[in-house]
Each structure stands twice: as C-alpha cells, then as structure tokens.
C-alpha cells in the first residue's frame, strides 16, 4: 500500500538512465522525497556527501563507506583542488518513520568550484541563518531555495513566497533558481503556484530568477533561462493537479 502525497501526473518521464556520469551527490536531510533508497543504489560508485546520521542510511542499502562524506553544520571537505563542499544549516527536520524524527540532522550545502559559489538550500522555512550564511560564505553566483509546498499551517519547515525572496536578499547572490516545486501534490497551491508567485514577487524586488524547465542543463557563464515555460500551461489545468512534460537532460 503506498502512503503520502503522490506527484502530479506528468506527460513524459525520464529516469536516472538518462544521465551522465555522476560524480557526486549532495544530500540535505533523509526524507523519502530526497533520499531515496533505489537511487541511492543505482548511484552507488558515486561519492555522497551527507548530514550527520545519515551514513547509516548508505551503508545499509550497500554503498561502500569510503564513498561517503558525512559533515555536521560548518565544516568543509575537499572534493578536488577546485571543488569544495560545505554543509550549512537549515530550518526543517528529519525521520524516515514514526519513531526516527530529528535522530539525524537535515541542511543546505554550500558549493566553491573555481571562482564559482553556488548555494543549494535543500528544504527549509525561513530564518535568520541566510543572512548569517551569506555574510560568511557569500556573495553567490546563484541558490537554489526551495518554494514549494508552502503553507502557513507549516510556513516554519517551508518558505513562503515572500519569504524566499527575502532569503535570496539575505544569500546576497546574483541570481536566483526556484526549486522544490511542480512535483507533489501536499500543499493547497496549484502546480505552477510557487514558480508563479515566487517570480511574480522577485521582480517587484529586482531580483533576477533564472527558471530551467524540469532536467534542463545550463551553464553560469552563458545566458541563463528565463522563459516563464508553465504560464502557457496554467490555464489548461486545474488548481489541483498538472501535466508537466520535463525536458530531457542535456
């Protein structure tokens, strides 16, 4: 019997076959819908970074220990004279099931690669750590903040609109990717809802957003995407579900 919100139905899937190579993941915190066990498997001759506890996790589905990079908040690894990884914190909470909740610990990551710095914000409400992480590790090229899922029953474990923009301001980046969203149906917003609001509430802040359709590559040094891809969808669909068609990887 399967349990938990199911994802929007989609026209077109891809699959981890799809791919390239992977050399490394990144892990936030040990939720289903961000660690999953299969994937996890499939990708097991790749190097893991992830929070404290969540090793275990690894070990067990037969990824081998030397393949696993397990930080707590603040500290550093090197991944290569030219790729550094950080774990910094974030505001939300981890458990796979009942009785697990908070036994290890959930984050964001920060990324330097050559003169690059990238913010990957995993899942997180807003709080005034963003400020902290972008006086000490930024000014970013880009984050990636997560604007899905939003509600005010639970705005402490998910950013509201506003509140993203107000984090991608503390973050101090050039520009700004909407991720987290168009994928389950858990919130009361529309699939389309947070690209939506979360662009609409940018520009009257002067913050660029850069918005890839679904498994679409760019590079940082070329022009970003900012083709507002789903607005042509939005009035086909209901509030409550959506036809998403992912673009291939590149």
């Known amino acids: 019997m399967e349990m938990g919100p199911k994802p929007f139905p989609y026209e077109h899937y891809y699959r981890l076959e799809n791919l390239p190579k992977i050399d490394v993941v990144l892990i936030s915190h040990d939720h289903y819908d961000h660690l999953d066990m299969q994937t996890v498997k499939q990708l097991k001759d790749s190097i893991f970074y992830v929070p404290l506890g969540v090793k275990a996790h690894l070990l067990r ?20 004279n030219n790729l550094k990884f950080t774990f910094t914190p974030a505001r939300h909470f981890s458990g796979r099931g009942l009785f697990d909740r908070n036994k290890t610990l959930w984050g964001s990551w920060v990324i330097r690669i050559n003169d690059k710095r990238i913010f990957f914000g995993g899942d997180s409400g807003y709080f005034e750590v963003f400020k902290t992480i972008g006086d000490k590790y930024g000014p970013f090229d880009m984050a990636m903040l997560d604007t899905g899922q ?18 991608t301001m503390d973050l101090k980046t050039k520009t700004f990717m909407p991720i987290h969203n168009s994928k389950y149906s858990l ?64």
């Open 61 to 80: 589905w037969g990824v081998q220990e030397n393949n696993i990079v397990e930080l707590d908040w603040y500290q550093d690894h090197t991944f290569s």
């Open 150 to 167: 939003y509600n005010k029953a639970w705005q402490n474990v998910h950013m509201m609109p506003q509140e993203v923009v107000q984090a």
């Open 187 to 250: 919130a009361l917003h529309a699939w389309y809802g947070p690209l939506e609001d979360v662009t609409k509430e940018a520009v009257t802040k002067g913050i660029h957003v850069t918005t890839p359709k679904i498994g679409q590559s760019f590079l940082l040094d070329r022009e970003l995407p900012t083709i507002r891809w789903w607005q042509g969808l939005m009035q086909e669909q209901p509030l409550s579900t959506g036809q998403l068609t992912p673009a291939n990887p590149q």
